[in-house]
């Protein structure tokens, strides 16, 4: 049997890990020249958002012996917004690295995988298609997909972001929620080390917005993020990803074509994340190859967790400033900080988008927005 990965990322390495695993070896198609060759970016797992899994990295060890070190547990998430700060406290989730660093996930992937990956690879899905039994598009866009006709696209994205050294919390990431400052989207602060952290900001490309001069939007929030972290950075890398695109795959396998990772549509547009569902949409393609468990079914769950994720989005663009500050206000009051706290133990199996999903559809309807 031949199988061709395109793309050694985090659903293609994930694919031939779990391929390999079952004694098929892969061949690995990677464009670029080693794994993980991108700008360094500290990314976030949210165990809460992957409900009812407790711990998503204990589960993909435990379940499907995938190993990932992060760099740090989340021990709280410091929200800001306009005029307030709050906090959600408790065991949330995890930070790692990825692209050009030592220990990113990619990196830890690739230590877990015997076959060699052919690097500066020019090969194109076409070509593949006439030489391989079965083809994993794990190229990480929605560009084949949409080729193919198989995509629909619900926005795309501007992302600006810095590395920077100054002084971190390594378990405290923040995430600020301020629309005068980044209209309908949102900026980060991921530390990964106590020396290194990495400034975002992510705002989706309306018509509004797209008037906008990304260096004025990029200087305030900057400038905020000083304020708010009370120091001054050094700057020492950067980046800018232009029409990222958030949308996900009408079916996910054409024929022999198994779409995985973001080629599926596993970026959830509400928060911007996709790398725990990259992963898994790797495993159940590799799964659907050895004859464990059909794709078409294992992904189930990820299309409703899109669909919630999209309605989460246009609630979240239907707020005004001063609604947010009300909520992060809350986020401190006893009464919700007991209720988070339970929904963020690692004993609550409650699937907290899918059960404030309802709610948020009847705001989304109250204010004419459609889903
Ligand atoms: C700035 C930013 C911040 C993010 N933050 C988070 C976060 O905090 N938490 C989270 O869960 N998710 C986050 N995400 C999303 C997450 O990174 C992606 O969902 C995940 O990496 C997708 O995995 P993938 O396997 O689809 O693609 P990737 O891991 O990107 O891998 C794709 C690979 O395919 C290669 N490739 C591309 N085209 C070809 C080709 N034609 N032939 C061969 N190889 C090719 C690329 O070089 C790359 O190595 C973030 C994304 C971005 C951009």
Redesign the pocket.
Known sequence: MKIAI????????SCAITLEKHGIIPTI????NC????FV?????FSLLDRPIKDSLQFLSKNYDIHLKPISAVNKLVVHSKKQIGSIDGKIGYTNV?GRYENSY?CQLEKQLITKINFN?T???EEVCKNFDYVIL????GE?ASHLGNYKCDLTCT?R?VTVEGKFVTDIPHVWFNYDVIPKGYA?A?PFSEKEANL?I?YPDYPDNIKLDINTIWEKFYNLACKDLNQEFKITDK?E?TK?MMGICNIPKIDNTYF?????G??SPGL???????ILT?IYSAYDICGIGKYEELVKPLFKNYNHSLVLRKFLESLKDNDLDFAIKNLDNKLIDKIIDMICSTDSKVNFLEGVTPLMKLWNNYKNIKD
Do not use: H, P
Request: charged residues 20%.
């Open positions: 395109l793309g050694a990322g985090m659903s293609g390495l198609f990677e464009k670029r794994v993980g060759d991108r970016n500290a990314e976030a797992m990825r990619e690879s090969c194109e899905y794990a190229t990480g866009d084949y992302i972001g980060w991921i975002v992510a980046f990803i990222y995985v990772g973001n080629c599926f596993v970026l911007g994340f996709g790398q725990f569902a990259s790797g």
